[in-house]
């Protein structure tokens, strides 16, 4: 499976010292990201998922794939979920035209989102 990154977060979320808040709001997503960088400053991260219409997150013990997601927030190209969510409803996946985006988080585990899109506040 091939995957593009579209984010790259300012810290490392080896040094994060709590775990990501996630807010659900409407049909959005916000996950909240606290962490150092490489010149030990603390910085906060707010990506909004945008028009979920899934959402996975799995431990760090049980991620069969990182998809090139660590510390990033990656497009899956050719997604077996977003495949599986066609044949499910194609009426309404043509109208969202959702993407499947993942993001690995060092100790948190990996979050997965099928959405709309995303943006970084």
């Known amino acids: ?17 709590k775990e990501p808040q996630i807010e659900f709001k409407n049909m959005d997503v916000k996950i909240v990201i606290e962490g150092y960088d490489e010149n030990d400053v603390m910085c906060e991260t707010r990506i909004k998922f945008i028009s979920v ?9 049980f991620t069969p ?27 309404d996946f043509s109208f969202w035209k959702p993407k499947h985006y993942v993001l690995y988080l060092d100790r ?3 979050y997965q989102f099928i959405a709309q899109s995303f943006e970084v506040e």
């Open 53 to 61: 219409i899934s959402f996975k997150h799995s431990s760090p013990r």
């Open 65 to 91: 794939q990182l998809y090139g997601a660590y510390d990033k927030v990656v497009e899956v190209i050719d997604s077996e979920w977003l495949e599986e969510l066609k044949k499910i409803n194609l009426d």
């Open 108 to 110: 948190f585990g990996m």
């Open 1 to 17: 499976m091939k995957s593009e990154t579209k984010y790259e977060l300012p810290m490392f979320s080896s040094n994060m010292e």
